[in-house]
């Protein structure tokens, strides 16, 4: 049978290793943009404003507007 040094719990456990803010950023700034992107899609696209012809986009985000309370029909 055998046991544990101290040394092997501790690496059994794991530390945490913090994240710089300098390496998160361009993550954080690409969620964002995609949040952007996809509220403006299910929010706004092919109701309030058009960029794409057809009603497409609309159907295929019409229970997610209906969900997150935009006005739709
Ligand atoms: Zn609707």
């Not at 544990?4 to 943009?33: C, K, N, Q, Y």
């Not at 996809?38 to 404003?49: I, K, S």
Request: glycine residues 8%; contains cysteine; charged residues 10%.
């Amino acid at each position: 049978m055998s046991q544990l040094s101290p040394a092997r719990s501790v690496d059994l456990v794991g530390v945490a290793t913090p994240i710089a803010v300098r390496e998160l950023a361009p993550w954080a700034l690409f969620v964002a943009l995609f949040a952007v992107l996809a509220l403006y899609f299910v929010g706004a696209e092919q109701g309030a404003t058009s960029l794409l012809a057809g009603d497409t986009v609309h159907e295929w985000v019409h229970d997610g507007r209906h969900l997150l309370g935009f006005p739709c029909h």
